[in-house]
């Protein structure tokens, strides 16, 4: 197979890996396109320099330099949730993982690779063996609710009032002058993420 046409099967290879993660995997949780150009700019990019690297003899350090130096660049003006990072950095390990194992020839092993780490993510995104608590910070007035001998009284009442099904309550902050507190209730989060 000439060189063009390997260079360009393994490009659709580690993209089409790429996409089906962030596709079929990060995408259906969110909806939001806001990331999609990232991981899938820096994962092409990096395939590419990858490329470029072994074609002009590098040593894999500096190969190893860039990846360090990507992976920890972050964007000043709006910094991201744990969640896109550490999909950001498994999308800019990808193309390193594709590139050894396409110019090893194994392409089994690649596929393994692939499968167990979607299968790793899909089960995360989807909670399985998880359960989740959300939480929202209140400004509670009922000052009699907030002593520790009413905290069913006070469930029942934040339940009634927020719909929610509440499993537990912190008091942050009591403010006598002002009769009210800062409380943070948790509760189970929604399949559908509202709640």
Known sequence: MSTLLQYTLDFFI?????????RFIYYPQRRSQKFVLTFLGFNTIIFILFNFLASIELSMGVGFGLFAIFSILRYRTNPMPPREMTYLFILI??????????????????VLTTILISFVLLLLEKGWGFHFMASKSITYEKIDLINANNLKELIADLEERTGLKIHY???????????????????????????
């Not at 580690?14 to 962030?22: D, E």
């Not at 390990?93 to 690649?110: C, D, K, R, T």
């Open 14 to 22: 580690n993209f089409l890996t790429a996409f089906v993660i962030v």
């Open 93 to 110: 390990a990808l193309p390193m993982i594709n590139f050894v194992m396409l110019s090893q020839n194994a392409y089994a092993e690649l």
């Open 169 to 195: 309550v912190d008091i942050n902050k009591i403010n006598f002058l002002n009769d009210t507190a800062e409380i943070k209730v948790y509760y189970e989060e929604s399949k559908n993420g509202n709640g």
